[in-house]
Nanobody, 121 residues
Framework: QLQASGGGLVQAGGSLRLSCAAS????????MGWFRQAPGKERELVAA???????YYVDSVKGRFTISRENAKNTVYLQMNSLKPDDTAIYYC?????????????????WGQGTLVTVSS
């Protein structure tokens, strides 16, 4: 029901835009998040946007990443600028319908398949 796309290989300092398209149901009232998981590391919430527009960013991406949603298209985006090698990971979009969102992966019931972002130095 969630399809992530837009990953790829980019040099440090470059940009990528990830997209997450939902199908089968609307997520306009859900909190939508982007998680990432690097090899050997735990999955972490990178950014989230609530149904009312409230936004969260993990400290390491503040000022570089921008999350946005377009409810009419049932799509969420993650614009990633000034990419660093430490941003290399599989990025997953997810939806939380618990009414509160949250930073824990367990609070998100719907997941996309993941898209690989590789940033070379």
């Amino acid at each position: 029901q969630l399809q992530a796309s837009g990953g790829g290989l980019v040099q440090a300092g470059g940009s990528l835009r990830l997209s997450c398209a939902a199908s089968g149901r609307t997520f306009s009232s859900a909190t939508m998040g982007w998680f990432r998981q690097a090899p050997g590391k735990e999955r972490e919430l990178v950014a989230a946007v609530g149904w009312s527009g409230g936004i969260y960013y993990v400290d390491s991406v503040k000022g570089r990443f921008t999350i946005s949603r377009e409810n009419a298209k049932n799509t969420v985006y993650l614009q990633m600028n000034s990419l660093k090698p430490d941003d290399t990971a599989i990025y997953y979009c997810a939806a939380s319908t618990n009414g509160r969102g949250g930073t824990s992966s367990g609070q998100y019931a719907y997941w996309g398949q993941g898209t690989l972002v590789t940033v070379s130095s």
